[in-house]
């Protein structure tokens, strides 16, 4: 199955690209008004301390951590992680394919090599999720630990990212180097 998904790329980057658009046009011009412009804690690629933390908690208010809770963490990133990975995923056999070396291996291991690789941002992606969205949900259990650790789950779920887009970049120039 996740072999097909090589001929859907230009499909999944489509609707990762308008998820993702949608998900910043919130951000700028409405969860950052709900924050008094502070930037959400999901847009903090290099983390966050406590404080900082609970400074847009606090700006927030019930009221705003339930709208984002529900426009953003219930709907689209309940959707992102899981499409964006797709779509690394496609890139990844996509552009490997490319390559002789990457296409006469079996099949099952280019889909087992291009899962290995998103695999780790996809769970890294939920988890920091579900760490925001327990924040939001529940002011008390927004404490300097919790908030320590859905710091450092976003800047892992970032430099997770970081490992299947390097990979799809080096195959495309790879693959474009070979053409010429």
């Given at each position: 199955m996740l072999l097909r998904l090589s001929r859907h790329v230009a499909a999944l980057c489509f609707l990762s690209a308008a998820v993702f658009i949608a998900m910043t046009v919130m951000e700028f011009f409405y969860f950052r008004q709900l924050s008094g412009g502070l930037p959400s804690l999901d847009m903090r690629y290099f983390g966050f301390t406590p404080d900082e933390g609970m400074a847009w908690l606090t700006a927030l208010g019930r009221r705003g951590s339930e709208i984002i809770l529900v426009w953003h963490y219930l709907t689209f990133d309940l959707l992102f992680p899981a499409l964006l990975s797709l779509t690394l995923i496609s890139l990844i056999l996509a552009t490997g394919r490319r390559l002789r070396?990457?296409?006469?291996?079996?099949?099952?291991?280019?889909?087992?090599?291009?899962?290995?690789?998103?695999?780790?941002?996809?769970?890294a992606d939920y988890a920091q999720n579900f760490a925001v969205a327990r924040l939001l949900s529940d002011f008390l259990y927004a404490n300097p630990d919790s908030l320590s650790f859905a710091s450092a789950l976003i800047v892992t779920k970032f430099a997770l990212l970081a490992v299947p887009v390097i990979v799809i970049a080096a195959f495309w120039l790879l693959g474009q180097r070979r053409q010429n």
């Open positions: 070396n990457f296409r006469v291996l079996p099949a099952q291991v280019q889909s087992t090599f291009a899962l290995v690789l998103v695999l780790p941002y996809t769970l």
